[in-house]
């Protein structure tokens, strides 16, 4: 596989008003996976994974504020953005989300990476993490409990309905999508995150609406919405969690994952333990004002705890493991 780059200029909304980054796609099986490049060719690599429904556009505000010594890879999971989807008959899952994350490691030659991780992008980041260890060496989760758990008396309930919800949408005679405005696909995804700015919005539509006939249609494949099927217990979780190798970065919002997510009461036990096992095991654990989108509303806040980390977990540790890409 080979990846492709074409360099553009970024539009940011911080006192950099544009950098220099270019546009990446990499080919797989069913198409491609997209997103954006920004940084020296030969800066220690650091790959950007988004949440749930967002894009890569998610890291544009942030990623001017962060060390320049490093390449940052924003990627559009399958699905988001500007990538392909799925074939038909496939599912969305984790484990399908980290074979993306290693095809696109081996498009880019890359060894060994540091990665930013949103939402559901820290669950994936963190699975990537415990199942490719030698080749995470920092994680950084941004409002993300990383391994969440489901009550094993559930488990066999879940992954019946995500089942089901594929199944009888493969059965509808009609896959048409909604046709908008783009004031109404704004307010449409407003409506949806209310944790989003005005200028949040704007920026994740650049890569989250397509140009169709008569307006606008949202980009992100329609089956991102069934429940993920691939469902782990709580002592799944732990032991996934031991296998991680990389120095960790927790980075919650006062006001993001853990309030505007209804949690049961063993996930919150969960949340507890998971808490405290990293802090044993000196990883860093970090609350910061604000919502689920914090970095990207006010990545302000978010920067200096992150480039503090990169810097003394990453850049300052040898240089054993750098990739042109």
Known sequence: MRALLQTLHCSTSTAMAEEVCSDLSVPV??????????????????????GWADNCGAFNTLIPLLPKECRYVTLDL??????????????YSYPAYVADVRRVADALQLRKF?????SMGGEIAALFSAVYPEMVDALVLLDSFAFLPTDSKELSKVVRMGMDE???????????????????????????????????????????LVQVEGGFAFSRDLRIHFKNIWRISTEQSLEMLSRVQASVLLVLAEKGIKRTKFF?????????????????????????????????????VVAPIVSDFL????????NNGLHKL
């Not at 997103?35 to 650091?46: E, I, K």
């Not at 399958?78 to 599912?91: I, K, N, Y």
């Not at 059965?171 to 995150?193: F, G, I, P």
């Not at 969960?270 to 604000?290: A, E, K, M, W, Y």
């Open 29 to 50: 099986p069913w198409g491609h996976i997209r997103g954006r490049v920004w940084g020296p060719d030969h800066g220690r690599p650091v790959l950007c994974l988004h």
């Open 78 to 91: 399958s699905g988001h953005g500007l990538s392909s989807h799925r074939p038909p008959g496939d599912f």
């Open 114 to 118: 540091s990665i930013i991780s949103h």
């Open 166 to 208: 594929i199944l009888q949408f493969e059965n509808k005679t009609e896959d048409k999508k909604r046709v908008y405005t783009y004031e109404k696909a704004v307010e449409r995804l407003s409506a949806a995150n209310p944790t989003l700015t005005e200028q949040s919005g704007h920026i994740l539509l650049e890569r989250g």
């Open 264 to 300: 049961k009461p063993t996930q919150m036990n969960f949340i507890s333990t998971l808490l405290r096992v990293l802090q044993d095991q000196n990883h860093t654990v970090v609350t910061v004002p604000g919502d689920h989108h914090v970095h990207l509303n006010e990545p302000e």
């Open 311 to 318: 810097r003394n977990k990453v850049l300052s540790q040898s």
